[in-house]
């Protein structure tokens, strides 16, 4: 009797046990299951295309990012895909050859070359002072024709400018042709000198030998071709001996004074070539060179000047001319260059979108040195050999905005940190009050130049300003942020927060 209760037991002991680890091994066959539908589950697929998708994005709120397909909070829109064969190993963002062409892509290739640097300035044309002559008085007597007529007057070499009656002249001239009608030869010959020696001219002698009348009259001519730059007399006005009567400037050469930065001061010396154009007309060249710099800094422009020296035998320039001047260095530098068109500058930063592996583009923070017009200068950021684009780039910069790749590419340690937001303030009455939000129906704040409006501000936490109930007016202050409009203090009109 014992022995079958105990064989009993036994039996019911391993139907036991057969229960407990068949009861196991279904459980961790339907655990294995599961996991293998959840991970199955984490593959995010595009039904239509059969694509990957990393995540789903607003494109015009490029930074959000969401895990499942849906209408934008933001917009009144679908929010896009975006798939993980087009995201880029780099950061960057991918474009087919297809688009390339579409978009019209260039690239080039960073290349450095030996640059002979150039300097642009503005200058303005002046009379070549050096080149000035007086016109003076030898004698005492008076202007009986004034032939020039004003300042600014062009005159040629050997015009007349003014007629003068010399009457101490006279008597001289009758004493040698007195001698010389009485044969003394000798005599003669040391009167003549005589008039020499009052500065009488040898044209005024000549010619009163010639007709054998004393001149009353001499006249004072233009000893260069140029412009009479001043007049100092009139029709009968009294001269004397070393009396100016003009100033003529000759025009064969002139001075073109030329602005120099401070910052290029060491860079200009005496001597160097340069080439100016006339701003009127860009085919109006001129070659010539810097004759001195002049001693001295301009307190308000920070400017110092330098002198240059231009041929002007045509008579083409005239003084008062606006010049631009190019100036080239006289030694060549190893520069690292790419195509001007290739940075793209944005006010804070300058960034080169560098071509990659499997037509993927990297944007790069670059600094930027001389710019030559159709080259730039890579101080950092680039080495030689690698290829950027050159043209489309802006059509890239789009549709790397709607990837997110700038944005993440702005929290790298290259981007530049985006400034605080302002903290605006207002006041307004609580409308509705929510864990994530609250609306209100706020006043005018001018600071934005908002109307008075209803709308919903933000709240960091759900717990924030739960003393806040609707239908209190309240002040408030709030700052923008990606999501909308954050609040950072909500009070009670009157009251404490």
Do not use: C
């Not at 200058?123 to 003076?136: I, L, N, P, R, Y």
């Not at 008085?137 to 040629?156: E, F, H, N, W």
């Not at 810097?290 to 110092?304: K, N």
């Amino acid at each position: 009797m014992k022995s079958k209760f105990a064989l009993k037991a036994i039996v019911l002991v391993l139907a036991g046990a057969g229960l407990v680890f068949g009861g196991y091994w279904v459980g961790t066959q339907r655990s294995m299951d599961n996991a293998a539908t959840s991970g199955a589950a984490t593959e995010k697929v595009d039904p239509k295309t059969g694509r990957k998708v990393l995540y789903w994005h607003d494109p015009m709120v490029p930074g959000n990012k969401f895990d499942q397909p849906g209408k934008s909070p933001f917009m009144d829109m679908q929010l896009v895909p975006v798939y993980a064969d087009e995201a880029s190993e780099d950061g960057g963002v991918k474009v087919s050859p297809t688009l390339q062409q579409n978009l019209g892509i260039r690239f080039a290739t960073v290349r450095r070359e030996e640059v002979r640097d150039a300097f642009e300035m503005v200058g303005t044309t002046q009379f070549d002072e050096s080149a000035s002559e007086v016109v003076q008085s030898r004698v005492t007597g008076y202007i009986d024709k004034l032939y020039a007529r004003s300042p600014q007057q062009r005159i040629k070499r050997g015009e007349a400018i003014a007629s003068i009656f010399a009457p101490d002249w006279i008597a001289p001239q009758e004493e040698y042709l007195a001698l010389k009608r009485g044969g003394n030869t000798e005599l003669a010959s040391a009167a003549r000198q005589r008039m020499r020696a009052m500065s009488i001219p040898d044209g005024l002698i000549n010619q009163a030998d010639r007709t054998g009348q004393s001149q009353k009259y001499f006249t004072l001519t233009s000893p260069v071709t140029g412009v009479i730059t001043e007049l100092s007399v009139r029709d009968g006005a009294m001269v004397t001996p070393g009396m100016t009567i003009a100033k003529v400037a000759g025009l064969s050469k002139v001075w073109l004074v030329a602005e120099v930065p401070e910052a290029l001061s060491n860079a200009v010396r005496s001597g160097m070539t340069v080439e100016a154009t006339f701003s009127g007309d860009a085919n109006r060249k001129y070659s010539g060179k810097v004759r001195e710099i002049l001693p001295g800094i301009s307190t308000a422009t920070r400017t110092l000047q330098a002198r240059l020296e231009l041929d002007n035998r045509d008579g083409s320039l005239t003084p008062g001319m606006l010049m631009r001047i190019r100036l080239d260095a006289e030694k060549p530098v190893s520069r690292l260059l790419v195509p001007s068109e290739a940075v793209i500058a944005n006010g804070k930063q300058s960034i080169v979108l560098v071509a990659g592996a499997n037509n993927s583009m990297q944007p790069v923070v670059v600094t930027t040195g001389r710019d030559s017009g159709n080259d730039t200068e890579i101080l950092s950021g680039l080495s030689e050999g690698q290829k950027v684009v050159a043209s489309g780039q802006f059509l890239i910069d789009s549709e790397a905005s709607l990837k997110s790749v700038l944005p993440k590419f702005a929290d790298t340690k290259q981007a530049m940190q985006p400034a605080a937001s302002p903290v605006h303030r207002g006041i307004g009455t609580v409308e509705k009050v929510t864990p994530k939000a609250l609306t209100l129906s706020h006043k005018p704040i001018s600071e934005l130049e908002w109307g008075a409006m209803t709308m919903d501000f933000n709240k960091s936490r759900p717990e924030l300003f739960s003393e806040i109930k609707a239908g209190q007016e309240v002040e408030f202050s709030f700052k923008e942020n990606d999501d909308g409009y954050l609040l950072e203090s909500v009070k009670p009109v009157g009251g404490k927060q």
